[in-house]
């Protein structure tokens, strides 16, 4: 929508499919008989739109389903490889990655949305220490089911819209290490929550029926360890995580440190990311560009409320966050609409003051209550940008190290593009810090890492412990943006090259970038990616291809990954 007295994107307009629901048409009989012959005729069928996180992949007209259990799910699986047609899993389509459907995906492709919103979402507790639940109910839903049962998880991811399959399929994480003294608590993870299942229903080939079919793996089979984070090569129905006792945690937001001083190098002293890390072991660092402050959120174990603090029962406590401000949705409609990208240190500094004074105005500087409700933060109708990701592997001493290396490039880098007129980051970087995935946190017998997570431990270096993530944001279609992406990515990669430290891409997001475009680099994509995984990489492959060998559950850019 453009305000045709000033040319402007609007504010309504730019934030308008923030948070509208799933076109669902109903199909045709005669339509669908022609297209789909032979379709089984229990499962329902439908046209569907798709948008993905940041509507870069925007989509109409695509055929979707709704089976309503593994069998149908099955029976549709096999179907698709009769009739020449690739299955993907839908959930909340909360990515940024094509790994699902590429962008060019036309509506008459052979390509079949299975969406496990509709039928999918059963929850209950498996054990006392368990719960089972279908791969379309939301994080929200799994917490607030788990809160109800004294349950909870050590850190999650801050959209509650996330699918639980879509989570798993990435090996979503939050932020969370041992803070100095603390020991993990049974049922809990410091790493991603695929580090959490312990046993899983997927849909695959199965050579003796000559059909594609349920079957339930535990997590000590050496081909769970694949579907663990799949990337969408398979289709999860249904998974028993573990769970343990929930916490009370406190969350304090501060945003009077320095960049400077919160990224220093390692021996500066101060109020460094690192010292926090060991008093509380649960940080996130928001640094808008082109503003000197970021905002960081500091978690802490709290059995008992603090004096100061503010005792939240529901999640999504920073409104300011959550409804874009006036300000900010204008001038990004109006970089946007009119190309005005020179206003990008306007911007960053209109999200920074909104975070500030959105903190005090809102009472949300410091927050105390159960873990989901401080956890679960951002809603689906927040700025939408563009996001890239990696984690990198080091030992915990070393994270400061990271911070400060990576900080200072993308200052230097930012400020050269600057200089010579460019603005290509008009969002914010993003620090999380995690452990990585010991399957010993499963607590059962025999459990294997995930292969594919970015928190996978690399066996040749068992000092490394500890995982930083790191993501840049911006608006969709700002230019020199994925130059800028490369800069940054080449430099980690060759930095972080399994000398002293690794790097890994963050699935969902935006990596492999060119000059161009991102998830389009073919060494990164041939080399780097399964390189950083070692050996697993292989393993995996090899698993996922005996599984579906039919690639019913591919896509182009996991038959790139995986040729």
Known sequence: ??????????????????????????????????????????????????????????????????????????????????????????????????????????????????????????????????????????????????????????????????????????DAHGTAVPARGEERLPGHTYGSLSNLVLELTAVVWDADAGAYVARTFTRDEADCAALLTHLGRTLVTEVVLRAGADTHLRCVSRTDIPAAELFAAPGAGGRTLASFLES????????????????????????????????VTSPYNYPFSDTVPTPVADLAGRMVADGAWYLAPVLGNAQFDAAALGLVATLSADLWGRSKNTLLYLRPTTLRVHANGYAVLTRRDDVQRVVAEFTAFYRERLAAHGAAGRFPVNGSVEIRVTGLDDPADAGLPGARAPLLSALRPDPGHPEWDTAVWLDVLTLPGTPDAPAFYRELERWLLATYDGTRALARVEWSKGWAYTERAAWSDPDVLASDVPRSLGPAWQEASQALERLDPHGVFSSPLLERLFP
């Not at 909360?94 to 459907?101: D, K, Q, T, Y």
Request: glycine share 10%.
């Open 280 to 311: 509380s072991g649960r940080v996130e660092a928001i640094w808008f560009a082109f503003t000197e402050f970021p905002w960081l959120k500091v978690w802490s174990v709290a059995p008992t409320r603090p004096l100061t603090s503010r005792h």
């Open 1 to 170: 929508m453009t305000d045709r007295s000033t040319g402007n994107l609007t504010r309504r307009g730019f934030l308008g499919a923030a948070g509208a629901a799933v076109l669902l048409v109903a199909a045709d009989p005669a339509q669908a008989a022609a297209e789909l012959p032979d379709f089984p005729a229990d499962v329902e069928l439908y046209r569907t739109a798709y948008r993905n996180w940041d509507g870069e992949i925007t989509l109409t007209g695509l055929w979707a389903c709704a089976p309503d259990g593994a069998d149908r799910a099955a029976a549709v699986a096999t179907w698709a490889w009769r009739h020449g047609w690739t299955v993907r899993a839908r959930g909340a389509a909360h990515g940024w990655s094509p790994l699902a459907v590429p962008p060019d995906t036309a509506p008459d492709a052979r390509v079949l949305l299975v969406d496990t919103t509709r039928h999918f979402t059963g929850l209950s507790l498996d054990s006392p220490s368990a719960v089972r639940a279908g791969t379309g109910v939301t994080m929200e839903a799994l917490l607030t089911f788990l809160e109800g049962h004294g349950l909870g998880v050590t850190a999650a991811p801050a959209p509650g819209d996330l699918t639980l399959g879509g989570a798993l399929a990435i």
